[in-house]
């Protein structure tokens, strides 16, 4: 069984930085392309980053690439989201996900259904 566990959330103020992390267990991470989504209260669940699974390509929501990094370390089965220049309209549940099927990496992965395993979540809370 897959399992993620994301940590790294926290309360900060505008313009700080946070990095959350995912480690995953129960299958081979190094094969499968990552990915992280955010929801905010009210709101639908929203694609933020994707990494192939060698780390080699990543996909951006256009409105977050210039202020958040995914990268992975597969010897630490464990995939990142480096967020800086954080605002109040950051503040939201930070999902990782995998995906379901093994050495992809397309615009698919912006998309929810494209991945079969979810972290619980880490609570993301920027001040103004």
């Known amino acids: 069984q897959v399992q993620l566990v994301e940590s790294g959330g926290g309360l900060v103020q505008a313009g700080g930085s946070l990095r959350l992390s995912c480690t995953t267990s129960?299958?081979?991470?190094?094969?499968?392309?990552m990915g992280w989504f955010r929801q905010a209260p009210g709101k639908e669940r929203e694609f933020v980053a994707t990494i192939s699974w060698s780390g080699l390509s990543t996909y951006y929501a256009d409105s977050l690439k210039d202020r958040f990094t995914i990268s992975r370390d597969n010897a630490k089965n464990t995939v990142y989201l480096q967020m800086n220049t954080l605002k109040p309209e950051d503040t939201a549940v930070y999902y990782c996900a995998a995906d379901r099927q093994p050495y992809r990496i397309s615009r698919v992965l912006m998309s929810a259904p494209a991945y079969g395993d979810w972290g619980q979540g880490t609570q993301v809370t920027v001040s103004s």
């Open positions: 129960g299958r081979t991470f190094s094969n499968y392309a």
